[in-house]
C-alpha cells in the first residue's frame, strides 16, 4: 500500500524561527492535507491541498503541492510557543479510494 | 459544542474485557472512520463506513469490530481486549459532497491491563 516518509521526526527550535517539514511518497496523491495535534487532542486540519503546484497559506503557515503529486511542504514562519505539536501529513488518492495515508508525524518543540 | 464528541475520554479496562468506544457527530457528514495512534507510528486506519449500510476494514481491523448505528453514530468493539490494544482511538468524520477533508474527535485513551 501507500506509504508517506514525514521528516523531520523532530524538531527543536527557538522562538521566532521558521520551520520547514515535508512528505515524500512513491506513490501519486490527488489530495495533500497538513493537521496538527495538540497534546491530548485530535488532529486539526491546517492546510488542504488539491491540484498540484498549489501554494496554500494559513496565517504563518504555508503548504505546497509538489509539482510531481508525490511530495508536499510544510512552512511556519515565526514561530510561537503555541506552535507546540505534533504535525501529521496525509495524502488521499481520491477517485474511488477515499482512505488518507498519514506520514509519523514531525514533533515540534518551540523554546520561548 | 464540538462537532465530533468521543465516549468515553478515557478508559481503563483488564484483559479480555470487551470494550465500546462511541462517536457521534454533529456535521450532518455521511463519512465515519477509526483510527488507532501509537507513539511514532502515526494513525493506522481501523474500520470505515460511507453511510449507514456500508461497512469496511482499514489496515488493522483484526480484534476490532464496529457498528454504524445511524448516520450520526459509529462504534468501535474490542470483543476481547488485549494490552497490545492500548492505543489512542480516534474517531473521524468526512463529507461525501464536499472535500476530502476528514475531521477529527477528540480522542479515547484506552489502557488495557
Known amino acids: 500500500g501507500q506509504q508517506l516518509n514525514q521528516s523531520p521526526q523532530s524538531m527543536f527550535i527557538q522562538e521566532g524561527e521558521d520551520v520547514s517539514m515535508n512528505c515524500t511518497s512513491s506513490?501519486?496523491?490527488?489530495?495533500w492535507l497538513w493537521y496538527k495535534q495538540d497534546p491530548g487532542e485530535g488532529p486539526v486540519l491546517l492546510i488542504a491541498?488539491?491540484?498540484?503546484?498549489e501554494l496554500t497559506s494559513n496565517g504563518r503557515l504555508t503548504a505546497q503541492f509538489g509539482i510531481t503529486r508525490k511530495d508536499s511542504f510544510l512552512n511556519i514562519s515565526a514561530s510561537i510557543p503555541s506552535d507546540v505539536g505534533i504535525y501529521f501529513c496525509?495524502?488521499?488518492?481520491?477517485?474511488?479510494?477515499?482512505?488518507?495515508?498519514f506520514g509519523k508525524g514531525t514533533l515540534l518543540t518551540v523554546n520561548p | 459544542d464540538a462537532d465530533v464528541t468521543q465516549t468515553p475520554r478515557n478508559r481503563i479496562t483488564k484483559t479480555g474485557k470487551r470494550i465500546m468506544l462511541e462517536c457521534s457527530q454533529t456535521?450532518?457528514?455521511?463519512?465515519m472512520y477509526w483510527y488507532r495512534q501509537d507513539p511514532g507510528l502515526g494513525l493506522q486506519l481501523i474500520y470505515y463506513?460511507?453511510?449507514?449500510?456500508?461497512?469496511n476494514k482499514g489496515e488493522i481491523s483484526d480484534g476490532y469490530s464496529v457498528s454504524r448505528q445511524a448516520q450520526a453514530k459509529f462504534s468501535l468493539s474490542l470483543e476481547s481486549a488485549i494490552p497490545n490494544q492500548t492505543a489512542l482511538y480516534f474517531c473521524?468524520?468526512?463529507?461525501?459532497?464536499?472535500?476530502?477533508?476528514?475531521?477529527f474527535g477528540p480522542g479515547t485513551r484506552l489502557t488495557v491491563l
Open positions: 496525509a495524502g488521499q488518492i481520491g477517485g474511488s479510494n477515499y482512505k488518507l495515508t
Open positions: 463506513s460511507f453511510d449507514v449500510k456500508d461497512i
Open positions: 506513490s501519486i496523491f490527488n489530495t
Open positions: 473521524a468524520t468526512s463529507d461525501f459532497a464536499g472535500s476530502d477533508e476528514q475531521f
Open positions: 491541498l488539491y491540484k498540484a503546484g
Open positions: 456535521k450532518g457528514h455521511d463519512r
